[in-house]
């Protein structure tokens, strides 16, 4: 039973494993708030809207609207920014997190909701988030 499990353990334990998860969670939401801001700033309309052109929605149309933006992905944000943390927290797990958030960024490019670029960015957008986070707000290592 995972509560047995949790009752026995040393506080130092505990708090590193709420720590871990904390940092997992707050990584991917963080990634996609940031990316739903860059939505509204960039304006770039999602790929499918205009044959083969970027196209971008006026200040006027929907101003804090994201329907139908689509630099930087949200899927893709999201994915990168939980996905690079958990390759900080477990690197020997790092090369299946980073197929997985891959993966994601070339199904929706091949499913055509996106556009290479949209995807790059928001890789970029989530590892950064996941790096700063990281960076701030990890323990360091005790063996």
Same mark, same amino acid.
């Given at each position: 039973?995972?509560?047995?499990? #949790?009752?026995?353990? +040393?506080? /130092?334990?505990? %708090?590193?494993?709420? $720590?871990? @998860?904390? !940092?997992?969670?707050?990584?991917?939401? #963080?990634?996609?708030?940031? @990316?739903?801001?860059?939505?509204?700033?960039? $304006?770039?309309?999602?790929?499918?809207?205009?044959?083969? %052109?970027?196209?971008?929605? %006026?200040?006027? /149309?929907?101003?804090?609207?994201? @329907?139908?933006?689509?630099? +930087?992905?949200?899927?893709?944000?999201?994915?990168? @920014?939980?996905?690079?943390? #958990?390759?900080?927290?477990?690197?020997?797990?790092? +090369?299946?997190?980073?197929?997985?958030?891959?993966?994601?960024?070339?199904? $929706?490019?091949?499913?055509?909701?996106?556009?290479?670029? /949209?995807?790059?960015?928001?890789?970029?957008?989530?590892?950064?988030?996941?790096? !700063? #986070?990281?960076? $701030?707000?990890?323990?360091?290592?005790?063996?």
């Amino acid at each position: 039973n995972i509560l047995t499990g #949790l009752r026995s353990a +040393p506080p /130092d334990v505990i %708090e590193a494993a709420f $720590r871990r @998860g904390a !940092l997992g969670v707050g990584s991917a939401a #963080l990634s996609g708030a940031l @990316g739903e801001v860059l939505k509204i700033v960039i $304006r770039r309309q999602r790929r499918g809207q205009s044959p083969g %052109e970027y196209m971008f929605r %006026e200040w006027a /149309d929907r101003p804090l609207s994201t @329907g139908g933006l689509g630099l +930087p992905s949200s899927h893709v944000v999201v994915a990168f @920014g939980a996905l690079a943390m #958990l390759a900080l927290l477990f690197p020997r797990a790092r +090369p299946v997190c980073y197929l997985l958030a891959a993966g994601c960024a070339f199904g $929706r490019v091949a499913a055509h909701a996106h556009f290479v670029s /949209d995807v790059t960015l928001a890789a970029i957008v989530g590892i950064a988030t996941a790096g !700063l #986070l990281f960076r $701030r707000f990890s323990a360091p290592v005790t063996r």
